[in-house]
């Protein structure tokens, strides 16, 4: 019974330093999404649980195809309560649209993926 607690307790303290040591020291930093840097599209690929490009700029009045590529369900929700736009669950190789009507920045993300998120610029 005590090589098996202490093997437990091995097994746990090292995955705590695993842990530790694979969150810190990251230097990675998201890209800032500005008008400037924002892609001219009319379509996103959902991909890598990751919205490529997420980070678009669309004439007013377009409609945005999103496809989810992926090989689990995501969702495209905007943000805000109550949500502006909202896909429900898209099942991979399904696809929604959204008409983009006056000039405004709209933000969106995943609800099932709260990391993945994206912006649409609509000039």
Do not use: E, R, W
């Not at 842990?19 to 020291?25: K, L, R, S």
């Not at 678009?56 to 905007?78: L, P, R």
């Amino acid at each position: 019974m005590n090589a098996t607690k202490g093997l437990v307790l091995a097994c746990s303290s090292l995955v705590a330093v695993l842990a530790v040591a694979g969150c810190g020291g990251s230097s990675y930093t998201a890209p800032v999404c500005t008008v400037d840097t924002a892609v001219a599209a009319t379509s996103v690929t959902i991909s890598g649980s990751a919205f490529s490009s997420n980070c678009i700029k669309v004439a007013a009045g377009t409609t945005v195809t999103f496809t989810n590529s992926d090989i689990i369900t995501h969702t495209v929700t905007a943000d805000g309560v109550p949500a502006a736009y909202d896909s429900g669950n898209l099942l991979p190789g399904q696809t929604y649209q959204h008409v983009y009507g006056a000039a405004a920045t709209s933000t969106y993300h995943c609800k099932i993926h709260v990391g993945m998120k994206g912006t649409v610029f609509v000039q």
